[in-house]
C-alpha cells in the first residue's frame, strides 16, 4: 500500500509541474540599449515576447539590462522571441508642468506586432546590445 501511496503523490507532483508551467530553464540575457544617434537609452523597460513567456528587464542609467521571466534575473528560455522597448522620459515636474511625455525611440519598437527585432536565445543564455532609431 505504501508503494501505491507514493506513485500516486509522484504522479500528483508530475501533474502540478506540468499545470504549474515547468518548462526549459531560463538563462541568462543581459545587454545594452542605445540609439542609432549614440544616445544611450537610461531607463525604460525591454521585453522579448514568444507564444509561450514574456521575458522583461528594467533598463538601467548605463543602458544596460537584464531579463526575469519565472524569477528574479533568471533570464528567459531558449526560444525565437520579438524584442519590444518601452522607454518615454517624464514630462512635466514641478520647474515645467506642461511639458508633454516625451519618447525616447520610434513608436515602431513598443508593440510586438510593428518591432522588426527578432532574436533567438540559444542553450546558455547570451547577450543582446540593441541600436533603436530614436522617435519620429
Known amino acids: 500500500m505504501i508503494c501505491k501511496a507514493g506513485f500516486v503523490w509522484a504522479v ?10 515547468c518548462g526549459p ?3 541568462p540575457v543581459t545587454g545594452t540599449v542605445r540609439r542609432t544617434d549614440g544616445e544611450v537609452i537610461r531607463q ?3 521585453q522579448f ?9 528594467a533598463i538601467r542609467d548605463d543602458g544596460s ?3 526575469s521571466s519565472a524569477a528574479e534575473a533568471d533570464g528567459a528560455p531558449p526560444g525565437t522571441y520579438t524584442v519590444v522597448f518601452l522607454s518615454t522620459e517624464v514630462g512635466g ?6 511639458e508633454p511625455e516625451q519618447q525616447m525611440i520610434h513608436s515602431k519598437y513598443t508593440n510586438a ?3 522588426p527585432i527578432e532574436v ?3 542553450s546558455g543564455g547570451g547577450v543582446f546590445d540593441f541600436e533603436l532609431d530614436p522617435p519620429e
Open 65 to 67: 539590462y537584464r531579463l
Open 44 to 46: 525604460g523597460t525591454v
Open 113 to 115: 506586432t510593428t518591432s
Open 93 to 98: 515636474g514641478y520647474d515645467a508642468p506642461d
Open 25 to 27: 530553464a531560463a538563462n
Open 12 to 21: 500528483l507532483a508530475a501533474s502540478l509541474c506540468v499545470v504549474a508551467g
Open 49 to 57: 515576447i514568444s507564444d509561450q513567456v514574456t521575458a522583461s528587464g
Open 120 to 122: 533567438e536565445v540559444p
